[in-house]
């Protein structure tokens, strides 16, 4: 028997319970608004499921009242992927939010085929933690860590600060299981390494934002755990000067290397104003800083001597106006303080239009340099904050407004489109692409179809409709019907 929108609620707390099927305002609150409060939309309810089955169940019954369901997972997002902005049907019902975070057991740790096997509501760092009792690593983190989901992780194929030794989280995936747009279950949650039996479907949920499906458990690979690790605060004039000195460091330490961050100095006045406790290692006034990271699974791996050596010859090329080399454990704790605080800090800081590009790593400095000009060229009143994944050629180019400024601007979806867009050409321009990590969610929609070729957009549109053919799957995120 079919459900209807009206009976909608009623049968969802059958499934999960009805405290677990929140419809009252203030606790929806939390679900239908981003973190940093830029998007906001309505939902009819937000089912919080315990299991694969109860969400098995859920997923039917929305699709039996032909109401649109948005899975959300740690809502840490910074595209409006999450959110139900631009989700209401045509008919003006609202979705159903299905939040991940009662499903969040880790399943299975293998430390010998290092595999580890969790549920899609599994908070990374505790996925982490997980990982490390067992002497392994798992190779993604960033700075939201402590609230984002593994699901969300999946979905959006995060990136982060580690990718240039271990990859993205694509890079990480064995096998899923997800729950389809008709509430069947795929399971394809397997651990193994090599697996060529047809197409492998795991890579279409990866990266799709949960327009497919919603993913409820992941299988990933682990690493062995870093036995030492080295950190240097490295400053320099110049992007060129950066590049040389990575360049050089790879000659050297090869996949040694676990980390290369560049930031600039407007992006480091800002951590210092939000956090007054901070200090910087060296220079402050240099325009770039990197944060460089070692490490080695060998416990008696000398990278403190690796680094010194590494730094001099740096700087006897006369590529490093300073340095400093973390001397503790505190001090290297002090250095990523500054590198992870950067998202709080540019929320508090004033209106960033954050884009999210990559370009070849060859083209980093030619990037910045041209999209500076091109943004400063038509808004000289914005300031430019930038931190790159240097490493992988990930920039987060962010023009900023001060608040201020921003609230005498007329028409602002606008303005901050066009912003974006000045950004956008000049990655695309030298082979790179809008979107490096943070997914194409609800606000780049429109530039996802502007920017690839029309072929590619085809492609993705019959995959979107093969998988859900009523679109009832996240609406009005990552490619439009």
């Known amino acids: 028997m079919n459900t209807s929108i009206v009976d909608l609620p009623a049968a969802l707390a059958k499934v999960v319970g009805a405290e677990h099927v929140l419809t009252e305002p203030p606790d929806l609150a939390p679900f239908v608004e981003d973190w940093r409060g830029r998007y906001r939309g309505e939902v009819c309810a937000v089912v919080l499921p315990a299991s694969t089955e109860e969400l098995s169940a859920v997923v039917r019954l929305c699709a039996q009242a032909g109401v649109k369901v948005l899975p959300q997972g740690g809502h840490t997002g910074l595209v409006g992927g999450a959110t139900p902005v631009g989700a209401r049907r045509d008919d003006g019902s609202a979705p159903v939010i299905v939040a991940m975070r009662r499903m969040n057991r880790i399943r299975e740790i293998d430390p010998v085929g290092n595999t580890l ?11 982490q933690q997980a990982a490390a009792e067992q002497g392994r690593l798992y190779g993604v983190t960033f700075g939201a860590q402590g609230s984002c989901q593994i699901g969300g992780n999946v979905s959006t194929n995060a990136g982060g600060t580690g990718v240039l030794k271990y990859g993205n989280t694509r890079e990480q995936v064995l096998g899923l299981e997800v729950v389809l747009p008709d509430g069947r279950i795929w399971n394809g949650l397997r651990t193994l390494r090599k697996d060529n039996a047809g197409y492998n479907l795991k ?6 934002e949960g327009t497919l499906g919603i993913v409820t458990a992941v299988a990933v690979r682990l690493h062995p755990r870093p036995a030492v690790l080295a950190n240097a605060w490295l400053t320099l004039d110049s992007v060129e000067n950066a590049l040389a000195c990575l360049a050089h460091l790879q000659s050297i330490a090869g996949d040694r290397i676990a980390a290369y961050e560049l930031l600039n100095r407007a992006q480091l ?64 704790a002090a250095f990523w303080h500054i590198r992870h605080g950067i998202s709080e800090a540019n929320r508090k800081a004033g209106m960033g239009l954050s884009t999210d590009v990559a370009v070849p790593v060859k083209s980093l400095a030619v990037f910045i340099e041209n999209a500076s000009r091109a943004v400063l060229a038509r808004w000289p009143q914005l300031e430019i904050v930038l931190v790159a994944h ?38 695309v321009a030298l082979g790179g692409t809008f979107s490096a990590e943070h997914g194409v969610g609800y606000v780049l929609v429109d530039e996802l179809s502007r920017l690839r070729a029309p072929l590619e957009l085809e492609m993705m549109r019959r995959v979107r409709v093969a998988f859900d053919p009523e679109g009832l799957m996240n609406p009005g995120k990552l490619i439009d019907g």
């Open 269 to 332: 006045r800002a951590v210092q104003d939000h956090f007054p406790d901070v200090r910087l290692p060296a220079d402050p006034d240099a325009p770039y800083a990197v944060l460089l990271e070692l490490s080695d699974t060998y416990a008696r791996a000398d990278l403190n001597g690796l680094m010194e050596d590494a730094l001099g010859q740096l700087s006897e090329r006369g590529l490093l106006r300073d340095a400093a080399i973390a001397a503790s454990e505190a001090q290297r």
């Open 390 to 427: 240097m490493g992988d050629g990930n920039v987060h180019f962010i023009p900023r407004y001060s608040f201020e400024a921003w609230s005498q601007v007329e028409d602002q979806p606008v303005v901050a489109d066009a912003v974006r867009a000045a950004v956008h050409d000049e990655a």
């Open 117 to 127: 096997v969790a549920e899609a509501g599994c908070v990374l760092e505790t996925l």
């Open 203 to 208: 890579h279409l949920f990866i990266g799709g």
